[in-house]
């Protein structure tokens, strides 16, 4: 089944997770790790390390539970993103 949700959605979610505790965030001294299942839709990890200022590393490793259209009020143009996709067999 198909879910779609706005951004409005999924920063309800998130929030939503958090509360529940099905998400932590935890403060590491290199930057920040969250991880968790954000409510029937992704299991998510995802690491932020500050490389300098101005600079960050971001690494996000998504499964869907279902197929996802998530429709975006504007575009972050602060990121740039590379994709990496795999099938397991």
Not at 9 to 35: M, N, P, Y
Not at 43 to 72: A, P
Not at 75 to 88: M, N, P
């Amino acid at each position: 089944m198909t879910k779609v949700i706005k951004s409005t959605d999924w920063g309800e979610l998130w929030a939503e997770s958090e509360q529940k505790g099905t998400v932590s965030r935890q403060l590491k001294g290199f930057g920040i790790i969250h991880q968790g299942k954000i409510l029937d839709v992704v299991n998510k990890y995802e690491c932020w390390t500050e490389l300098r200022s101005g600079l960050s590393l971001t690494t996000i490793e998504q499964e869907f539970i279902d197929d996802l259209v998530w429709i975006r009020d504007s575009l972050d143009e602060s990121q740039f993103g590379l994709s990496f996709f795999s099938q397991e067999k």
